[in-house]
């Protein structure tokens, strides 16, 4: 059973800029920009950061991590 992750809400662009840095995705940042995504309230720009992040992912320039 998975703990629930506790965050305080940060701004996709804070965001996507942290996980570039860090080179990894942690749970709590793919649960943040789930809840994003379910929103349907984000910007185009937010919406280019955010498939960046999956391209980074699925060309292995990123890594997702628990």
Request: positive net charge.
């Amino acid at each position: 059973m998975y703990a629930k992750a506790h965050w305080h809400p940060i701004s996709i662009e804070s965001l996507t800029g942290q996980i570039m840095v860090s080179g990894q995705m942690t749970r709590t940042d793919r649960y943040q920009i789930r809840s994003a995504l379910l929103t349907d309230s984000l910007s185009e720009s937010e919406q280019i950061l955010i498939n960046r992040l999956l391209y980074g992912i699925r060309h292995g320039l990123l890594r997702v991590v628990d």
